[in-house]
């Protein structure tokens, strides 16, 4: 059962933290968990946390507007990697992505950068849930990331959610293009 007050307060913190970081030029794109639910149109279960791909260059704004907020920095991954924040008991992730001379995006920091992500990471249109629209990851790289990063970082081994999320992707892709 899907704790609906807890999602309630995690999509108003995605609207707040989307219209912020708007207001300020800062794009940011939801990723993991949330980025398939606003794919497909509806909450599907729990979100531990509010996982996000922010630009390793706007990641002093971003810190400096997210406190501005009300969020807490959580310590964590290298700052160059990834900043976490903490909200009235919310956790948000940022992951931070750069681009490489030939464009691609890549990841920031940390032990993996200048390593590409999947191409084609960022260009899908927004998803919804309601009234409130997101910018998200592709779902076909979604996919791809769930499938991958057991494989990318041993130490992350596969969980059922992301079973579950990879086969509720495929599903509605196969949909949208037969329909």
Same mark, same amino acid.
């Not at 130490?155 to 959610?161: L, Q």
């Given at each position: 059962m899907i704790d609906q007050e807890r999602a309630r307060r995690q999509l108003a913190l995605i609207a707040e933290v989307l219209t912020a970081a708007e207001a300020a030029g800062i794009p940011l794109w939801l990723r993991g968990g949330w980025a398939m639910d606003?794919?497909?149109?509806?909450?599907?279960?729990?979100h531990g946390d509010i996982d996000w791909f922010a630009g390793a260059r706007d990641a002093p704004a971003l810190a400096a507007l997210l406190v501005r907020l009300g969020h807490t920095p959580v310590p964590g991954p290298p700052a160059g990697l990834q900043l976490d924040f903490a909200k009235d008991g919310l956790d948000s992730s940022f992951t931070l992505i750069d681009r490489d001379a030939a464009g691609r995006v890549t990841v920031a920091g940390g032990p993996w950068a200048g390593t590409p992500w999947p191409d084609g990471l960022l260009g899908t249109e927004p998803g919804r849930i309601g009234a409130l629209r997101a910018p998200i990851v592709d779902p076909r790289v979604q996919i791809e990331i769930k499938r991958m990063m057991p494989v990318w970082d041993p130490?992350?081994? +596969? $969980?059922?959610?992301?079973?579950?999320?990879i086969a509720r992707l495929e599903?509605?892709?196969? +949909? $949208?293009?037969?329909g």
């Open positions: 606003f794919f497909l149109g509806e909450v599907t279960r729990d130490s992350r081994p +596969r $969980r059922a959610k992301d079973a579950d999320d599903a509605a892709l196969r +949909r $949208r293009t037969a």
